[in-house]
């Protein structure tokens, strides 16, 4: 395999064109740095993407001339930048983003990526991240790839032959990690509530964070759960060397860990390279509702910003002001609850850090719902857990006011009754 330079690489990029480029923990950083210093001779250069680590100087303003974003979820590095002119969010279930490319719907000229060095057989793996990576990977003319030993070979859909790649740079950078960080009384008491509902033999959905780790604490004494999930962190490990989670219990790839992308430590890198317990899938085949249903008992657990009294969930947006995606939240959330005793959870605090309530009379003015009221069942805060599956308007206001802060429940009980 013949290497190039970054700036060499990425010369192979011209005008005009769509770049995919690969997030999560698997973003191709010396790449993204050398194309940005490309700005001053390309124009109108669209960067698409789920969310990416790192930085991402290509969304400055200053750069609106040469680069343009369409991120289908947004993250840390353009956050503060979206909405701008240059820099949009595009609304979408996880699910359907590789159908979207692969339809040519949304063409993709080139692919800038991350991936491990081929194997024996010339197979490069995109490691911790394949959502939509291998669609774009599939449909692009150039693939530009930074080939890293530190990134882990994973199995599954993520493999990519090295006389595909239109350019490659060999690169031994770390792997971005996220370390857990400790867990308030909250999210314990959330943590609490979220694995009291969760039965021998589930399959669990969750994705990273306090909320998720805390959950993960209390299920040491279960019994044969297994994992069927968008994405993954090192909360889950623990569990596996235990023998607590085995996926024996799963209809629908039985004794494997099923993900589409991992963001994590290094332990948790080391844990799924080479490793045939994790398949690491195109996330339109992860995500499909018809393939979650087909498991037993699955656990969805979500989290949201903020939730009306009758069961509207929003979670990409504050106000009009987006914040994060849609992400695969509805895409689980259905497919637990066409699951044969499975449960679709949204968890969340029940204030911000500032002490507003995250349950709220109506959501704010321009805030979108990603889960809709049809579609919500159990809501946990610190204060509890409200089950609203078949309950009318009214018995969902009492319940989610249960379980609301204490200090707010009086004044949503007033403004309920205005609302009637």
């Known amino acids: 395999m013949k290497f190039v330079s970054a700036q060499e690489a990425v010369s192979n990029i011209s005008s005009n064109e769509r770049v995919f480029i690969h997030g999560g ?3 191709p950083q010396r790449l993204v740095n050398a194309l940005t210093e490309r700005a001053h001779e390309l124009k109108n250069v669209e960067l698409t993407h789920l969310h ?8 400055h303003p200053d750069f609106a ?10 993250g840390k590095s353009i956050r503060e930048h979206i909405q701008t002119p240059n820099v949009q969010y595009i609304p979408m279930f996880l699910s359907e983003i590789p159908l979207v490319i692969r339809r040519g719907k949304f063409p993709v000229n080139a692919a800038i990526i991350q991936a491990s060095p081929p194997d024996a057989h010339g197979f490069c793996s995109l ?8 669609a774009a990977c599939d449909v692009a003319k150039k693939i530009i790839a930074l080939v890293n030993p530190n990134m882990p070979r994973t199995l599954g859909d993520g493999l990519i032959h090295y006389s595909k790649i239109t350019a490659a740079v060999y690169a031994e950078d770390a ?3 996220v370390h857990s960080t400790q867990l308030s009384e909250t999210e314990i008491a959330i943590g609490k509530h979220v694995a009291a509902l969760v039965e021998d033999g589930a399959t669990l959905q969750m994705g990273i964070g306090a909320i998720p780790d805390a959950v993960l604490k209390f299920l040491n004494h279960h019994k044969n759960l297994g994992i069927h999930t968008e994405m993954f962190s090192d909360g889950v490990l623990p569990l596996v060397e235990s023998g607590v989670i085995n996926g024996s219990a799963k209809r629908k790839h039985p004794g494997k860990i099923v993900s589409s992308f991992a963001m994590g430590t290094r332990k948790l890198y080391d844990f799924i390279h080479d490793n045939p317990m994790v398949a690491m899938l195109d996330v339109a085949y992860v995500n499909d509702t018809s393939v979650i249903r087909k498991n037993d008992k699955v656990t969805a657990i979500n989290s949201a910003i903020e939730i009306d009294l009758t069961g509207q969930v929003c979670a990409d947006s504050i106000g009009s002001r987006i914040f994060s995606g849609v992400g695969g939240q509805m895409d689980f959330i259905r497919g637990a609850s066409l699951s044969e005793g499975g449960k679709p959870i949204i968890a969340l605090p029940s204030v911000t850090a500032k002490g507003v309530s995250k349950i709220v009379p109506v959501l704010k ?10 579609n919500v069942h159990y809501v946990v805060t610190e204060y509890g857990v409200a089950d609203l599956y078949g309950k009318n308007l009214a018995q969902r206001a009492k319940a989610l006011i249960e379980i609301a802060h204490p200090a707010h429940r009086e004044e949503l009980e007033r403004a309920y009754a205005m609302l009637q």
């Open 52 to 59: 990416t680590e790192g930085t991402a100087p290509y969304a």
């Open 175 to 177: 792997i971005h990690e």
């Open 25 to 27: 923990a698997a973003t």
């Open 127 to 134: 490691g911790v991240s394949v959502d939509i990576a291998k």
């Open 65 to 74: 001339n040469s680069f343009c974003v369409n991120a289908f979820f947004v």
């Open 365 to 374: 003015q321009g805030a979108g719902v990603v889960t809709t009221r049809a």
